[in-house]
């Protein structure tokens, strides 16, 4: 049975539409919907996704069902999403401001001003969100505008949605500069921010979230899949009559996702390489079939040709902390035959739409990431590795949560180098060992390196 998850309205538990867990999408069809909310070319629009979107994850019912059974309490109501990586957060804000938007066009003649606008805290992702927010308003009259840095600043504010990055933003806010063009929140019917834990840690960005709630009286909605107590949210969440969803356990992977560990040394020469006949040279060192520790990069290409071996179609997400070595290891794989690219923030916005379409239809099979894409990155992952030690449990958490998306199985893997004496990677280690001890049983490798 799906867990639906909990959905509550100043503390008082609410029903979700028919029990809650995957529902129909056609359920909140204006067309012939049990509980009609949305448009049908928004109906036509997800059916197009590949995959189609027909039925909702457990987050999408609990805010469809808010927006329809308990239209009453939150018409003007604000909304915190906590819901593990995964579980269809993006779609979950999405539609609501798809018809927020529509609303308002339908009753009004007058040129557009923002009616909703929709904040996280970097490009890449702000992008990817733009990207599904144009699929999914396909064919209707809604006009979107992307507001971040690295572009052209807009020259009009005649849009419906805005996809936005705070940096950004705030040169088209607070009518302080005669440059750019300023936006009017005034009229605001819908406030957005994703990722609430990072957007909200930047004192800045705080600032500026105060300032558009104190001149709109429209509700706001907050999303994230981690939440902790650093930051002050008090100022930002009006809690009067306020609804809250929580999906599976806070700060946690989703159970769909397998933690692996693999013992490696960065300390072994590479021994991968090409014949001069062009062929690639690739013996792995295995006791009993079980892959033993070599140098990292040589150990992310045999777990791919093994992994290949059985199911050609897997594809792998690498997570590296530095843009040149997410590049040289994309270089390397392209030069030993596995398609496979980089994409990190120093890429083009075209480079990067050209590296994630490519992934998307299969033409590649490996993505080289960095943190900027542990957020928000709803394409299809089969298998994580993280090729080296993210800087918090929580960048962990994120990156291993690329896998194990709306119900599908997925390996997060860690190369973990035991000769590397870094004390605060081993700290980050303890903490996430210590998150996932009852999940799986920690490789003795792994005990032994923690305890010295």
């Not at 003007?76 to 993006?90: H, R």
């Not at 040589?298 to 992994?307: E, R």
């Not at 596995?338 to 916005?349: D, E, F, M, V, Y």
Request: glycine share 6%; hydrophobic share 40%.
């Amino acid at each position: 049975m799906v867990d639906p998850g909990q959905l509550f309205c100043d503390e008082e538990l609410m029903p979700i539409y028919n029990g809650g867990g995957c529902q129909p999408f056609a359920s909140f069809s204006k067309k012939g919907g049990e509980l009609p909310y949305l448009d049908p070319v928004v109906i036509q629009n997800l059916l197009n996704q590949t995959p189609p979107a027909v039925e909702t994850t457990p987050v999408q019912a609990a805010v469809l069902s808010m927006l329809t059974m308990h239209k009453k309490e939150s018409a003007q109501a604000d909304f915190v999403c906590i819901s593990e990586t995964g579980s269809g957060k993006t779609y979950a804000f999405l539609l609501p401001a798809i018809e927020t938007a529509l609303k308002r066009i339908r009753t009004t003649e007058e040129p557009p001003t923002p009616s909703v606008l929709i904040f996280c805290h970097t490009q890449p992702l702000a992008e990817s969100i733009y990207q599904n927010l144009n699929a999914l308003a396909k064919d209707t009259p809604i006009k979107t505008c992307l507001i971040v840095g690295k572009t052209e600043f807009i020259k009009s504010a005649e849009f419906d949605i805005g996809v936005c990055c705070a940096g950004r933003f705030r040169n088209h806010f607070g009518g302080n500069s005669k440059r750019y063009v300023q936006i009017d929140v005034s009229k605001l019917d819908l406030l957005v921010v994703d990722e609430l834990d990072a957007s909200m840690k930047c004192s800045e960005d705080f600032l500026l979230y105060s300032d558009i709630r104190k001149k709109a009286t429209c509700p706001a909605f907050f999303f994230s899949a981690t939440f902790d107590a650093t930051f002050s949210f008090g100022d930002i969440f009006r809690d009067d009559n306020g609804f809250m969803y929580q999906h599976g356990e806070l700060n946690s992977l989703p159970p769909t996702v397998r933690p692996v560990f693999w013992e490696c040394d960065r300390s072994i020469f590479p021994s991968i390489y090409l014949d001069d006949d062009g062929s690639v040279h690739a013996e792995p060192r295995t006791v009993n079939n079980v892959l033993q520790k070599c140098n990292p990069s040589d150990m992310i290409y045999h777990i791919m040709a093994g992994q290949w071996k059985n199911r050609p179609n897997t594809k792998f997400m690498v997570f590296t902390k530095k843009t040149s070595i997410a590049d040289f290891l994309a270089n390397k794989m392209a030069i030993l035959r596995i398609k496979a690219r980089a994409i990190h923030a120093k890429k083009s916005l075209e480079q990067r739409h050209k590296s994630l379409n490519a992934f998307k239809s299969g033409e590649v099979k490996v993505l080289f990431a960095t943190t900027q894409f542990t957020r928000g990155f709803d394409a299809d992952v089969d298998v994580v590795i993280n090729y080296d030690i993210p800087s918090s449990l929580t960048a962990w958490i994120h990156r291993s949560g690329r896998v194990g998306r709306n119900g599908k199985k997925g390996a997060a893997i860690t190369l973990v180098d035991v000769g590397d004496h870094d004390e605060p990677s081993k700290m980050i280690l303890r903490k996430i060992v210590e998150k996932i001890n009852n999940q799986i049983k920690i490789p003795s490798f792994l005990t032994t390196y923690l305890e010295q």
